[in-house]
């Protein structure tokens, strides 16, 4: 069975359901601004070398804290947590708080692309695929979400070889191959980024 197969089957499944509700709770914390999209963008900083599901737990249990502790403060708590790198991630979200009214802005103005370019560019701890990450959990959908995880499976269904690295270049390259497969399956780019991480895992988070 192929990739486009695959999806297809799980299109047809109450998987759907799931994934169409979850797009939609993306968009509800797009549409309410404010606190819970620096939660979010707080959340995508957590999210290198580390597992969604422990970075759901401590965005749950610390996430209050994201906009008011400071520095050593919310590194203490993040290791109480369990977070990685507690240290260094507080340091970038401490620093993120200066550009929150800044990003509000461009999230109203920019075209998706150019936003994710902005916040890969000035907020420390973000690159593309983090950048794409918090903007797919605020509602935008015609962004892919590239790892390693999304690059194993590509390349077990032959649709690319795996890159040695993973550069801005490689990365927009490879967004072209998904955005051509989201056409054949009629599925916006985060939709379909749901879809392949559950073929992967077997799960649908964020």
Same mark, same amino acid.
């Given at each position: 069975?192929?990739?486009?197969?695959?999806?297809?089957?799980?299109?047809?499944?109450?998987?759907?359901?799931?994934?169409?509700?979850?797009?939609? %709770?993306?968009?509800?914390?797009?549409?309410?601004?404010?606190?819970?999209?620096?939660?979010?963008?707080?959340?995508?900083?957590?999210?290198?070398?580390?597992?969604?599901?422990?970075?759901?737990?401590?965005?749950?249990?610390?996430?209050?804290?994201?906009?008011?502790?400071?520095?050593?403060?919310?590194?203490?708590?993040?290791?109480?947590?369990?977070?990685?790198?507690?240290?260094?991630?507080?340091?970038?979200?401490?620093?993120?708080?200066?550009?929150?009214?800044? @990003?509000?802005?461009?999230?109203?103005?920019?075209?998706?692309?150019?936003?994710?370019?902005?916040?890969?560019?000035?907020?420390?701890?973000?690159?593309?695929?983090?950048?794409?990450?918090?903007?797919?959990?605020?509602?935008?959908?015609?962004?892919?979400?590239?790892?390693?995880?999304? @690059?194993?499976?590509?390349?077990?269904?032959?649709?690319?070889?795996?890159?040695?690295?993973?550069?801005?270049?490689?990365?927009?390259?490879?967004?072209?191959?998904? %955005?051509?497969?989201?056409?054949?399956?009629?599925?916006?780019?985060?939709?379909?980024?749901?879809?392949?991480?559950? @073929?992967?895992?077997?799960?649908?988070?964020?």
């Amino acid at each position: 069975m192929t990739l486009i197969q695959k999806i297809q089957e799980l299109k047809r499944s109450s998987i759907k359901e799931v994934i169409d509700k979850r797009i939609k %709770e993306f968009e509800e914390i797009g549409r309410e601004k404010g606190e819970k999209i620096f939660s979010e963008l707080c959340f995508c900083i957590l999210t290198a070398n580390s597992t969604a599901e422990n970075c759901i737990r401590v965005q749950k249990e610390a996430g209050e804290f994201f906009l008011t502790l400071e520095e050593s403060k919310l590194a203490e708590k993040l290791k109480q947590v369990g977070c990685r790198f507690h240290t260094k991630r507080a340091g970038y979200i401490c620093e993120s708080r200066q550009l929150k009214q800044e @990003l509000i802005l461009n999230l109203g103005k920019l075209e998706e692309r150019e936003i994710r370019n902005w916040i890969a560019d000035n907020i420390k701890g973000l690159g593309m695929k983090e950048s794409s990450h918090f903007l797919r959990n605020i509602g935008y959908k015609n962004i892919a979400i590239i790892d390693f995880h999304i @690059l194993d499976l590509l390349e077990k269904e032959n649709l690319l070889e795996k890159p040695k690295k993973l550069d801005k270049k490689v990365y927009l390259e490879i967004e072209q191959v998904l %955005e051509k497969l989201a056409h054949k399956l009629e599925l916006s780019l985060a939709e379909l980024d749901l879809y392949l991480w559950y @073929l992967e895992t077997g799960k649908v988070l964020k």
